[in-house]
C-alpha cells in the first residue's frame, strides 16, 4: 500500500452522504471528480502503512487529522502525487491539513489547467483549494498558492506556460499584503503582464462567484472578455 493506495481509496466514498453534503452546502455540481473522502473506516485500513506514516496521514498513535475531512490531491505539473489536503466539513480545526511536501515549488491545479493556461494565454493565481475548485468549474484556467507568497520558482514554472498572470488573492490584510509584494517583486520583468484585482467586499474568489456570478467576475478582469 502507499499514500496513492490510500488517495484512491478516498475516491470511492464518493457517494457517501457525508460526501454529497459537502458539495451541495458549497453548490459544487461538476469538476470534483479528484476529491475524496477519509473516514475513521478507512484510516483503520491504512495505520500500519509506511508512507502514510511518514507523508503524515496517520501518527503512529493511530491518530489522524485527516479523520472525516473532503480529500485535496496535490499533484505536480506531470500528475505525479505528491501530498493530500483535509478539508474539515464543519468546524474543525485547522480547516485545512496536508501531508507533508515543499509548497514553494508547487502550485494546486497547474496539472489540471496547463493546457487552459497555454490556450488562453493567461493564468489566474488564487489562495486556496475552494477558491481554485470555484473557478475551475467554470473552465478558467486558475492555479493556487496555498499560501499567501509566490516563489520565484512557481513564478518561473508559470512563465512555461504563459507571460499574463492575474492576481486575486483574498481580500484581506494579508492577501492585500501578499498582492502588493508580489507585484512589486514581479513586475519590473520586462515583458511580463502582472495584474492584481481587488473582489471588493467579497473575502475571496469562491465567495465572489456564488454571490456575484461568473459573469461579474469576468468584469473585474478585462482580459477575461478578450
Known amino acids: 500500500m502507499s499514500l496513492l493506495s490510500f488517495y484512491e481509496e478516498t475516491l470511492k466514498l464518493q457517494s457517501h452522504n ?33 508512507e502514510c506514516l511518514e507523508s503524515g496521514v496517520i501518527y503512529e498513535s493511530g491518530y489522524s487529522l485527516l479523520k472525516n475531512r473532503i480529500i485535496f490531491p496535490i499533484v505536480d505539473s506531470y500528475g505525479e502525487l505528491l501530498a493530500i489536503c483535509g478539508r474539515g466539513i464543519d468546524n474543525e480545526e485547522p480547516k485545512y491539513f496536508n501531508t507533508i511536501y515543499d509548497k514553494k515549488f508547487h502550485l494546486f491545479g497547474l496539472h489540471q489547467c496547463k493546457k487552459k493556461i497555454l490556450t488562453h494565454n493567461y493564468v489566474i493565481i488564487v489562495e486556496g483549494y475552494m477558491d481554485w475548485l470555484r473557478l475551475h468549474m467554470h473552465n478558467l484556467p486558475v492555479v493556487a498558492l496555498l499560501s499567501t507568497s509566490l516563489s520565484s520558482h512557481q513564478y518561473s514554472l508559470l512563465l512555461r506556460y504563459t507571460d499574463r498572470i492575474l492576481l486575486c488573492l483574498d481580500n484581506d490584510k494579508a492577501g492585500i499584503k501578499a498582492s502588493q509584494k508580489i507585484v512589486a517583486e514581479f513586475s ?3 515583458g511580463i503582464l502582472l495584474e492584481n484585482i481587488t473582489l471588493h467586499t467579497h473575502k475571496d474568489p469562491d465567495e465572489f462567484v456564488q454571490n456575484e456570478g461568473i459573469l461579474e467576475f469576468y468584469e473585474l478582469f478585462p482580459i477575461l472578455l478578450g
Open 18 to 50: 457525508t460526501f454529497q453534503t459537502f458539495l451541495s452546502n458549497r453548490n459544487v455540481d461538476s469538476c470534483y471528480e479528484f476529491l475524496g473522502l477519509s473516514t475513521p473506516q478507512l484510516l483503520k485500513k491504512f495505520e500500519k502503512d509506511q
Open 188 to 190: 519590473c520583468d520586462n
